[in-house]
């Protein structure tokens, strides 16, 4: 089985993986909120276009089954050890909140060790309703307290450490990660219109994997879950079907 390799094709169907060989699935699926990526728009005209272009509106029906059939996949895939994470959002459709627990259903096979809150500073904006600053991020297991779990390598400073009563200053991150988006000023950012932030798949990584293992990414975009891989010596594998965010991804990876 090749590894460090993204491929251009669907991940509906992972031919090129073996049964239960990769030890964590890392991804962002597509949102299905009727937005023109790739687009700069000015009172609901196109003003300017940047980078790959896509319209994100499957009927739900179909949105939900492209899911399934991807997170089935990604359990037939994952040793038994191994955990599967989501980055997913809250949509906004005919002025409703449409909530994500529905991904829930895919995985009653599996444990839901936490629902991550993922807070950030900036975003959308709305004199509607209060302005929508987090995303939540999905953990999963295949087993029940046979799993990676490296919680020293990711451990976080303490704001209220006292010598008196703990062994050292660094403590869990909990299940609120407060990590800034990828802004436009970032050295990391590119052309990708829905691009995650290394420090979020850093620490998915750091926490779920030890050094050589596999990730995969059946979403991989602009190749962030790769980049990070790479940089922390682990292994990659991932799907996307436009060829423009592979190269994308690519040149990044050339860069490390």
Known sequence: METNIIYNKSSKIMSEIEDKSVDLVVTSPPYNININYGNTTKKGKTIKTKSKKYKDNLEEKEYRNLLKNVFDECKRVVKEDGSIWINIKNRYKNGVI??????????????????????????????????????????????????????????????????????????????VWRIPMVSGNYLERTGHPAQYPEKLI????????????????????????????????RNYIGYEIENEYIEMANSRLKNI
Do not use: C
């Not at 990414?217 to 879950?225: A, E, I, K």
């Open 202 to 233: 850093e620490r998915v990584i750091l926490a779920g994997t030890n050094k050589g293992d596999i990730v995969l990414d059946p979403f991989m975009g602009s190749g962030t879950t790769a980049v990070v891989a790479k940089k922390n010596k």
């Open 98 to 175: 449409v909530s994500p627990f529905w991904i829930e259903e895919y995985f009653e096979d599996m444990y839901l060790k936490n629902i991550i809150i993922w807070n950030f500073d900036w975003g959308g904006s709305t004199n509607k309703r209060f302005a929508p600053r987090y995303e939540y991020v999905y953990w999963f297991t295949k087993h029940k307290s046979n799993y990676k779990f490296n919680l020293d390598d990711v451990k976080v400073p303490a704001l209220n450490y006292r010598p008196d009563r703990y062994k050292n200053q660094l403590k869990n991150p909990s299940d």
